[in-house]
């Protein structure tokens, strides 16, 4: 199976995070040797829960601008519609923002509008979604990101089918970054722990979020310490 050229990461999804604590919290995360912080808005109407918007971003992101610089917030909307939102997170301070392409409805007009505004963009899959959303739009893409889990809960535990689709994800952007300097990530999200982080970077991802099995444990750097050892084996 292919790997990804591309130097992994880790990215803490701060939906585990001690939220009476969150900024606390990523500095732990980060300190611990995470390169992303992942933050997850959902909206009680795409997915059937509710976390946190925009003010909490930039409040978020102004702190690590001055206490750990340079750390990226990768923004995964699970809302619909995202035009709107996509404006919020990117005056908040966003790097990246992900969504859902049933989620809007111009997925083309949707990631011209997080490029416009400086941000990297791409399109997340549920479990049962196909890749096929990415054939006309690659031009836009800097992240794929694949659910392993279906959206709206930290915990579940990882859907094996995932690990086909993010191989068939790699083909595709082998194809497109071959001979270029384009660097498109294969971000995987949901159910990811040590214990199955070899085979998802062997099948060919190289962006990790793991929320409950980083924030649910006593020992951020050990954890993370431990993940990136069973990349290097894998
Ligand atoms: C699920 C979120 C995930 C989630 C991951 O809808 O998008 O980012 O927080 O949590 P774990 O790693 O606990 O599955
Ligand atoms: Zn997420």
Known sequence: ?????????????????DMTR?????????????????????????????????????ALAKRLATS?????????????PVDELIRGFAEAGAASITFHPEATRHVDRSLALA???????????????????????????????????????????????SLGKIAE?????????ADTDREIRIEVDGGVKAANIADIYAAGADTFVAGSAIFGTDDYASTIAEMRRAIEAA
């Not at 732990?28 to 003010?55: C, K, Q, R, S």
């Open 22 to 58: 969150l900024g606390e919290e990523c500095e732990a995360v980060i300190d611990a040797g995470a390169e992303w912080i992942h933050f997850d808005v959902m909206d009680n109407h795409y997915v059937p829960n509710l976390t946190f918007g925009p003010p909490v971003c930039a």
């Open 68 to 80: 750990r610089p340079g750390i990226p917030i990768d923004v995964h909307l699970m809302c619909e």
């Open 1 to 17: 199976m292919a790997r990804s050229p591309f130097a992994p990461i880790i990215a803490p999804s701060i939906l585990s995070a």
């Open 169 to 177: 994800a790699r083909d595709i952007v082998d194809m497109v970054v």
């Open 115 to 161: 490029r416009d505004l400086g941000c990297k963009t791409g399109l997340v899959f549920n479990p049962a979604t196909s890749l096929e959303w990415l054939k006309y739009v690659l031009d836009k893409i800097d992240i794929i990101q694949i659910m392993s889990v279906n959206p709206g809960f930290g915990g579940q535990s990882f859907i094996n089918e």
